[in-house]
C-alpha cells in the first residue's frame, strides 16, 4: 500500500500556504502524493465532476463558502470522498463541529506541514477504502465477484419503481444450470467454483452494462433487464445464454457439456413485487427444466409457446431466405377494355419444406416486425424485375410487373437507391415496374412522400393497394405522387348483394377518374362483379375469376379468357394502364 499514489485535492486560497503545503506532502518522504489545487471551492467542485481523489484538504476559510458550507458542498458532490478540514489554531468551534458534520479529521493550520498531516491523510485512506471492502464484501458473492443474494434483491426492488414509474416492463430471468450436482461430484468442488466463476463472467458479456446479474444461489444466477419492451426481447436474450452457456467452457476441463435452463417472468404481468416476480421466475425456471432442460420458459406458458414458436418462424425465415425456399406467383391483370393481359402482380409464397406453400400472411407479418422484411424485399423485388427482363427479352410477356412494398421499406434511407441499383443491375426499365403500397400503410409524413417521389424519378408507377381499407380521401391521394388505386376485395365481394358496396365502388371510380388516377379492382371472382366494374369504367381488374396467381413457369403459356367488350360503357383511360 506504501508504494500506491494517493490523490489528494488542496482547497486553499492563499497561494503561497498552498505551494509550501504541495511541496511538503510532494516532496517529502511521507509517502506518495499527487496533488491539485483549487483556490476557492467553485473550482473544488467543478474538478471534482471531472476526477475523483482519495482524500480532500479544506482549509477554511475559503473565499466563497463561508463557515463550514464548503464541507457540505463537497460532501454532496461525492459523498464518499474523506475531508480533512484545517482551521485556525484557536477555532475550536468549528474543528468539532467539522468532525460532527461528517469531516473526517480536522488539522488546526499550523499542523498543516507536518507528520500529523501525513497521519491523518493515511488514515481517511484507509478508512475508506476498507468501508468500501466492505460494502463490496455485503454485496457481492466471493466466488464469482457478481451481486450476491440480498444485494440482488434490493437491486430487482430499485429496478421495479423505477420501472413502475416510468409505466414500462422489466424481464426477471432465473437461471439454473443443469444437474450442477454431476459437476461437483465427478471434477470437485474446486473445479465446480471454477466453473461457476467462468459462467458469471460469461453470462456478464451477454448482457449490457446496466442490467443486474447476480449469484443467488449455488448454480443459479438472477438477470433484471430493465427497459426489454417485448417479451420476444426477453425470449431472444434468454435463448442467447442458453447458446453461450452450451459453448464448452475452459474450467472444465472434462469437457461435459453444460446447459441451463431459463425461467422468465415479466413485470408487470407476472407479478408486481420483488418476491413474486422471483418466484414466478423460478416457477418458469422448473418448467423448463421438466421439459428437458437447456431452454427458456415463460411464467405466462400461452406467451412462451407463442414466442417460441415465432422464434422458431423467424429463425426459419432467414434460413428460407438463403435457400431458396420464397418464390413468386404472378397474377395476372386484365385491361377491361381490351381484354388483353397488361400487367402482373409478383406474390410471395414460401415453399416451405414440411408445411407445403405458405401464404403472406403467414409469414410477412413476422418478417415486417422483425425488419427481415428489408432483406426478403430487396429479394423479391429483385426476383420479379430479373423474371420479367427475362420475359421481356423473349418477347412473350406484355405490361408491368407489379411488386408490393412494405412501409417499412418504404421507410429504409437506402431504398430508392436500392431500388434503382437493382434497376441497373437487372436492366429493367423503370417503366416496366409498378409498386403497390396499401392504403392504411400509407402515413404522410415527408420520408415516405419523398420515397414515393424518388421511385416516380425513376419511371416506376404507383398505385394505392387495398384502397376503402384506410381512411384516406381521395383528395389526399391526389397529394401524392401516384397513378392508380386497386379497390379492396371486399368491395369487390360485395358487389354481387350489398348495395352499399355498389354505390363506393362506382363512386371511387368515378372520383379516381376525375383526379386522374387509373382504377383496378381486385379480388374479382364472379361474373356479376366483372360485368359491374366494366360497365362502370373500371380500367383494370384481377381476381380468380380471371387468373389465380401463377408460378412464373407457367406465365409464358396463359392465355386470358374471353372478356366481351362492351363499346356502350368503353371506359375512361385517364393514365395509361
Ligand atoms: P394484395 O397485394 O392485395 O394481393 C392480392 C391478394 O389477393 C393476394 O393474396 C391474391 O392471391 C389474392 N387474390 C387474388 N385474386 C383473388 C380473388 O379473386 N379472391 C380472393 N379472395 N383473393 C384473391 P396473397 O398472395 O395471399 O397476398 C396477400 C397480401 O400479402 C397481398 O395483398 C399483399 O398485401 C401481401 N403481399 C403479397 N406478396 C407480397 C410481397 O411480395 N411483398 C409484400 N410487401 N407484400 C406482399
Ligand atoms: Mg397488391
Ligand atoms: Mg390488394
Known amino acids: 500500500m506504501a508504494a500506491e499514489t494517493t490523490k489528494v485535492l488542496l482547497v486553499e486560497d492563499d497561494p503561497s500556504a498552498a505551494t509550501r503545503t504541495t511541496r511538503w506532502l510532494r516532496d517529502g518522504p511521507r509517502g506518495r502524493y499527487e496533488l491539485a489545487v483549487a483556490r476557492d471551492l467553485g473550482s473544488a467542485l467543478a474538478r471534482l465532476r471531472e476526477e475523483s481523489f482519495d482524500a480532500i484538504l479544506l482549509a477554511l476559510p475559503i473565499p466563497d463558502a463561508p463557515g463550514l458550507e464548503g464541507l457540505a458542498r463537497i460532501q454532496n458532490e461525492d459523498p464518499k470522498v474523506p475531508v480533512i478540514v484545517v482551521v485556525e489554531p484557536d477555532d475550536f468551534g468549528s474543528a468539532e463541529t467539522a468532525v460532527e458534520r461528517g469531516a473526517a479529521d480536522c488539522l488546526r493550520s499550523d499542523e498543516r506541514r507536518s507528520p500529523a498531516l501525513a497521519r491523518s491523510l493515511r488514515y481517511a485512506v484507509e478508512r475508506r477504502r476498507t468501508a468500501e471492502r466492505l460494502e463490496f464484501l455485503t454485496r457481492c458473492d466471493p466466488l464469482t465477484g457478481l451481486t450476491n443474494r440480498p444485494y440482488f434483491q434490493e437491486r430487482l426492488r430499485e429496478s421495479l419503481a423505477r420501472t413502475s414509474r416510468a409505466e414500462r416492463t422489466l424481464a426477471l430471468f432465473y437461471v439454473e444450470i443443469d444437474d450442477f450436482k454431476r459437476i461437483n461430484s465427478t471434477l470437485g468442488h474446486a473445479a465446480g467454483d471454477a466453473v461457476l466463476a467462468e459462467i458469471g463472467g460469461r453470462l456478464r458479456r451477454e448482457l449490457r452494462p446496466y442490467d443486474v446479474l447476480a449469484r443467488i444461489g449455488g448454480d443459479e444466477f438472477g438477470i433484471v433487464a430493465e427497459d426489454v419492451s417485448e417479451a420476444r426481447d426477453a425470449a431472444r436474450l434468454a435463448q442467447r445464454l442458453c447458446e453461450v452457456l452450451q459453448e464448452p467452457l475452459s474450467s472444465n476441463r472434462a469437457g461435459a457439456r453444460l446447459t441451463a435452463s ?122 420479379a424485375c430479373t423474371q420479367r427482363r427475362a420475359w421481356q427479352r423473349d418477347g412473350i410477356v406484355p ?117 386522374g388516377l387509373a382504377v383496378v379492382g381486385e379480388g374479382v371472382e364472379t361474373p356479376k362483379q366483372l360485368e359491374f366494374l366494366r360497365e362502370h369504367g373500371c380500367d383494370t381488374a384481377q381476381g380468380f375469376l380471371l387468373c389465380p396467381p401463377l408460378p412464373a413457369d407457367e406465365v409464358p403459356s396463359w392465355a386470358p379468357p374471353e372478356v366481351p367488350a362492351d363499346p356502350e360503357h368503353g371506359p375512361r383511360r385517364p393514365a395509361e394502364v
Open 262 to 383: 431459463v425461467g422468465i417472468a415479466i413485470f408487470p404481468f407476472d407479478g408486481n413485487d420483488a418476491a413474486t416476480l422471483l418466484r414466478n421466475a423460478e416457477l418458469a425456471m422448473y418448467r423448463a427444466k421438466r421439459a428437458g432442460g437447456a431452454q427458456p420458459a415463460f411464467f405466462a406458458p400461452v406467451l412462451g409457446e407463442r414466442i417460441h414458436e415465432q422464434l422458431a418462424l423467424e429463425g426459419e425465415l432467414r434460413r428460407a431466405l438463403a435457400a431458396g425456399e420464397l418464390v413468386l406467383h404472378y397474377q395476372p391483370l386484365i385491361d377491361l377494355q381490351t381484354g388483353r393481359l397488361n400487367g402482373l402482380e409478383a406474390l410471395v409464397r414460401w415453399q416451405h419444406p414440411t408445411r407445403g406453400l405458405l401464404p403472406p400472411a403467414a409469414f410477412l407479418p413476422l418478417a415486417e416486425k422483425t425488419g427481415l422484411i428489408v432483406d426478403v424485399g430487396e429479394w423479391i423485388l429483385w426476383t
Open 399 to 515: 405490361g408491368r410487373v407489379a411488386v408490393n412494398l412494405s412501409p417499412r421499406q418504404l421507410h429504409g434511407d437506402r431504398f430508392v437507391p436500392t431500388v434503382a441499383s437493382i434497376l441497373e443491375r437487372t436492366g429493367l426499365p423503370g417503366a416496366l415496374l409498378e409498386m403497390e403500397v396499401a392504403e392504411d400503410l400509407l402515413v404522410p409524413d415527408d420520408i415516405g412522400r419523398r420515397a414515393l417521389t424518388g421511385l416516380r424519378k425513376l419511371g416506376i408507377r404507383l398505385s394505392i393497394d387495398d384502397f376503402g381499407t384506410g381512411y384516406s380521401s381521395l383528395a389526399y391521394l391526389q397529394s401524392l405522387p401516384v397513378d392508380a388505386v386497386k379497390i379492396d376485395q371486399r368491395f369487390v365481394a360485395g358487389l354481387d348483394g350489398d348495395h352499399g358496396s355498389r354505390v363506393i365502388v362506382r363512386a371511387v371510380i368515378s372520383l379516381a377518374h376525375e383526379l
